[in-house]
């Protein structure tokens, strides 16, 4: 008997308790398990070799990366010690620890709900489940802001002058720039606090529905300093800028009183707004955006522990694009931009919902290039689509027209 393989030896209702309450029952039959397989203590080479098979057998994606994450974890190390020391023995209660995560992981829960943390344009986030879990793919969303920073309205010409020079002068460009953005459904606040960190002058507000998820971003922002440069706000999406005195007395509150009118090829009635308005040159989002009929098509690891407020299931998948566009006409600045993640299979519904239309184009244009729509209409303009490193539409960012 395996070390990890002894949890089958538990009871269907006490592995169900061991889930939901501790880890006494699970810890007393890997201790047991542990002193049969290996007499002495085991090295982390030996360790990392048992977490895998019983990971394999599970089939967990990436075993050998979830393996050394939890072993990483339980130990208190980095992945240069694990490599650099593979000889060393573990102690007793370490070795408890990652056979128990791993144990934990071959249920299909994700690493990083075990760990509490992941990794997102370089910066380490908490996690929980109540957050979806940043992904490599949404940090394109970044990247798109900015590239396209030195044309938004609050970019000045001094900065625009930086930003054709030298990789230093272009990260001066960033510091300097006075943005405003939102993030809008931003969960751990990966993304609000990635452009935080590339334009630390920029001012960053950022909408959570989910006040648990809310609270998760607060402590991330904290964690890396940043709480003075990004304002979160609970709400629905923009609601919370479509609403007078959201901010009290704030010199920041007001209301956009417009209507976004698509027959009046979507030019806002921006009479009625307010000296005092919020008005952004970025409005970013990643939202869920996966159709009820697809949920059952994504891995276990998505499905059935990702908090599905976040995923979608909503019965078209592009619900909240409908409701967001509009709402992101209203408080941009004119020349400011939408800039949003999509899946894999929603480009063509997103440039419709833009008013553009798209141009026929095979997958493998998406490689390595921008992908533009042919011709815009009803106000957006300079629409495009970036795909990710595998060829797949993933961003999409659109400009409000200069004079709307």
Known sequence: MNCVSAVNAIS?????????????????????AISRVWPSLPTMREALREGLEHLVRAHVPSPELAAELLLMHALGCDRGF????????????????????????????????ITGHQEFWGLDF??????LIPRPETEHVVEAVIELADVAPGFSPANAALKGGSTNKQRQSRKNAALRIVDVGTGSGCIALALAHEFPNAKIFATEISRPALEVARRNAARLKMSGQVEFVEGDLLEPFLKPAVFGSSSESGAVAAVYDRRNKNRADDSAATAGEIRFDFVVSNPPYVGRDELD???????????????????????????????????????????????????????????????????????????SAATTAEGWAEIEVLPDLAGIPRVVSAKKGAGC
Not at 91 to 108: S, V, W
Not at 301 to 330: H, K, N, T
């Open 12 to 32: 269907t209702s006490e592995k169900l308790s061991y889930w939901k309450l501790s880890t006494k029952r699970l810890s007393e039959v890997l201790t047991a």
């Open 82 to 113: 694990l490599y650099a020391h593979p000889e060393t023995e573990i102690a007793p209660d370490a070795l408890e620890r990652y056979f128990a995560t791993i144990a934990e992981r071959a249920t299909g829960k994700p690493t990083q709900y």
């Open 126 to 131: 908490e996690v929980t489940p109540d957050v």
């Open 297 to 371: 098509q994504v891995q276990r690891e998505v499905r059935d522990f990702e908090p599905r407020i976040a995923i979608g299931g909503l019965e078209q998948g592009d619900e909240i694009y409908r409701r967001l566009f509009p709402q992101a006409w209203q408080v941009l600045k004119p020349g400011g931009f939408v800039v949003v993640e999509i899946g894999y299979n929603m480009r063509d519904r997103v440039l419709a919902l833009l008013g553009a239309v798209a141009p026929a184009s095979s997958p493998a244009k998406f490689f390595g290039s921008r992908d």
